[in-house]
């Protein structure tokens, strides 16, 4: 399993890039908003990735960051989403944003990624409201706002590491990090994201 490659970027299109390691290049899938991040040709570049095997073809996906990573987790496990349309819903909306279209049960900021229809829409938001551990957002809500941050996307990262699903590493470092607060260390978020998820 290839999860993370660091080298150079050696060329790309426009949902595509060749990432050379040491040698070795590599074919990466990739959403527009990943493959704008990269940079120049020749720079280097780190991308988190994920390798999905099917009966007749082996194909690696990469992503700007563990966040954008999760998120394509998530949305393919709804049916109907494959990766070709995870990544142009990645491609439309960042990670926060997706956080929150998902919280709010908007559909149509979904709706607005290519190929994906209002039904579709629909049914990413209400399957994936509980596994992104989707509540409200603000005071208003009375729920918790999804982890922001330096901080807590390392945090989410220590869970992920430590064997948590996406879902629930996400929903604990923000429950985490409403009680805690903004100013939150990094020790401090896993520590208590981890209190949460023992509960």
């Known amino acids: 399993m290839i999860a993370k490659l660091r080298g150079r970027l050696d060329s790309f299109t426009a949902d595509q890039a ?8 590599y074919l990466v899938f990739a959403s527009s908003r990943t493959l704008s991040s990269l940079g120049a040709i020749g720079e280097e570049v780190v991308l988190h990735t994920e390798m999905l095997v099917a009966q007749d073809m082996i194909r690696l996906v990469g992503f700007s960051s563990a966040a954008e990573r999760d998120w394509f987790g998530l949305l393919t496990s709804v049916q109907g989403v494959g990766s070709r349309v995870a990544l142009a819903i990645l491609s439309a909306l960042s990670a926060d944003e997706l956080h929150s279209a ?6 149509r900021m979904i709706a607005r990624a290519n190929g994906v229809g209002p ?3 629909q049914r990413i938001a209400n399957e994936l409201k509980d596994k992104a551990g989707g509540v409200a957002l603000g005071p208003a809500g009375g729920g918790v706002a999804p982890a922001r941050g330096g901080f807590a996307a390392d945090a989410v990262s220590a869970l992920l590491n430590l064997g948590f699903r996406p879902a629930e590493a996400s929903e604990a470092v923000a429950k985490a990090e409403a009680e805690i607060g903004p100013e939150a260390t990094l020790d401090a978020l896993v520590r ?3 209190k949460k998820a023992a509960r």
């Open 192 to 194: 208590g994201a981890l």
């Open 18 to 25: 060749v990432i050379d390691v040491n040698g070795i290049g």
């Open 102 to 107: 998902i919280a709010a049960g908007d559909h």
């Open 119 to 121: 039904k579709l829409a």
